[in-house]
């Protein structure tokens, strides 16, 4: 089996979203990591750095996959949906043709620290029905031993005792979604598709990536292969471990919408403010 080599880093830079919130803004739009489009951090105790919120805004053409690490966010969406997201939960949402939602912290003191990552959907499927998930932290498999502990949101995670199926499966893009941590001199091997992108956030401690040094905060850029090894020396490390298919079709975006023309772009923001984005 092959081993994915680290063939670049990237540094996360601050940025501000929704009312004022603000965020480590991990990935952006760049193409190479199709099919992720954006990943936002939000890391503090300070309330004044989150209590303002998402207040309702649109999406189009997308998914959202919003991980909760600590504290308490509440969605709500045109329809109808609403959910409690706490430490430890998942909420996978499909904006589609179009959904209208908000995130509002449920507390007003202590950490607020998660992850929100933005996943492309196919031509074929942007204008699909939206749809949402809240996902309790229970629901979530875990797999681990004395060395390295794996939580599956999405895909399948393939090790030496078998397969574990995440608990978000189904996506064309077949996603896979780790959060992973490993012990002082543990060591452990993630099967990857051939092919799929694939990517490594450490966001605790440090960890050895292709026994390259990965520190906190770095987003490691793998190139291809079949499986990525983690390591952790005389520190601990926890990370994201995300791959997926690309689509390798354009991509257009403007703020809360991603199509793959920038006519359907203007055509988003039309349906928008004509109260159409959520037409069935």
């Known amino acids: 089996m092959s081993e994915r080599q680290v063939r670049g880093l990237i540094q996360g830079q601050p940025a501000s979203d929704g009312a004022g919130v ?10 190479e990591l199709d099919p992720f489009l954006m990943l936002d951090e939000f890391n503090t105790e300070n309330a004044d750095d989150y209590i303002a ?7 189009r053409g997308f998914e959202t996959v919003t991980y909760m690490i600590d504290g308490r966010m509440r969605h709500e969406d045109h329809l109808g949906n609403k959910g409690l997201l706490v ?7 499909t904006a589609g043709r179009g959904i209208i939602h908000s995130e509002m912290p449920e507390q007003e003191a202590g950490r607020m620290r998660g992850f929100q990552l933005w996943i492309n959907l196919p031509r074929a499927e942007k204008m699909k029905p939206a749809g949402y998930r809240d996902i309790a932290p229970e629901e979530i ?29 189904g ?32 966001f605790d401690g440090g960890l050895r990536i292709a026994g390259q040094a990965v520190d906190r905060g770095r987003l490691a850029v793998l190139g291809d292969g079949e499986y990525i090894r983690l390591a952790a020396d005389d520190q601990a490390g926890r990370a994201l471990v995300l791959a997926a298919r690309p689509l390798k079709e354009p991509v257009a975006h403007y703020g809360p919408f991603v199509m793959n023309t920038p006519e359907e772009i203007r055509q ?9 984005l959520t037409a069935a």
């Open 87 to 93: 430490s430890g939960g998942v909420q996978w949402m």
């Open 268 to 276: 988003a923001i039309h349906d928008y403010q004509t109260g159409k």
């Open 22 to 31: 603000r965020l480590n803004r991990v990935i952006s739009f760049q193409r």
């Open 53 to 59: 919120g998402f207040p309702s805004h649109p999406h």
């Open 141 to 169: 498999p875990e797999v681990g031993d004395a060395e390295s502990r794996v939580r599956v949101v999405a895909g399948d995670f393939r090790h030496d005792g078998g397969n574990t199926e995440g608990a978000v499966t």
């Open 171 to 202: 996506v064309t893009t077949r996603p896979l979604f780790l959060d992973v941590a490993i012990q002082p001199g543990g060591d452990l091997r993630v099967p990857v598709d051939q092919g799929h992108t694939a990517l490594v956030y450490v």
